[in-house]
């Protein structure tokens, strides 16, 4: 760190403590060069990715969120927590790698619908339904059909 007296990069810690929520810690340093101590924090970077919803409201995105509404879907099927969690961090991951602060809900439904197709087709209709992305029954049986073509492949 540099010393804001001097500019001096050689300093030493001389304390560290952490909040008591455990977010943020605090170090006291002290400069070796002049001598002169500072303060310096680190917190874990808050994720900036916005979600835009339907109905035009914004919220701020929420891995946890995505984790529940899999868990939903997949209850009693063949699908670990670790595969849950594995999916939303692969979302996250993307969504930041590919520069999307601003992404719409349905985005992040359909980027979870890809993944849980291949994963496990009950749990993926389960997921559409729970979402009401079915328009109606016709658009359910189409769904039924396409996930019984990519079976038959
Ligand atoms: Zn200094």
């Known amino acids: 760190m540099r010393c804001p007296k001097c500019g001096s990069f050689n300093d030493k810690v001389l304390d ?7 977010t943020v810690i605090r170090r006291r340093r002290e400069c070796l060069d002049c001598g002169y101590r500072f303060t310096t924090y680190e917190r874990i970077e ?35 927590d670790t595969q849950i969690q594995n999916i939303a961090d692969e979302i996250e991951k993307y969504l930041l790698e590919e520069g999307k602060l601003v992404v719409e ?32 029954i016709k658009d359910f049986k189409q769904t039924i059909q396409e996930i019984e073509k990519e079976e038959d492949k």
């Open 46 to 80: 808050e994720e900036k990715i916005i979600v835009k919803k339907k109905n035009g409201t914004t919220e701020p995105f929420n891995k946890e969120k995505i984790i529940r509404g899999i868990k939903l879907a997949a209850k009693n099927r063949p699908i670990t």
């Open 16 to 22: 560290t403590r952490q909040s008591k929520d455990g």
């Open 105 to 136: 809900s349905s985005e992040i439904g359909d980027l979870v619908k890809e993944r849980l197709k291949e994963l496990d087709p009950i749990t993926y209709i389960r997921f559409k339904s729970v979402y009401n992305q079915f328009s109606d």
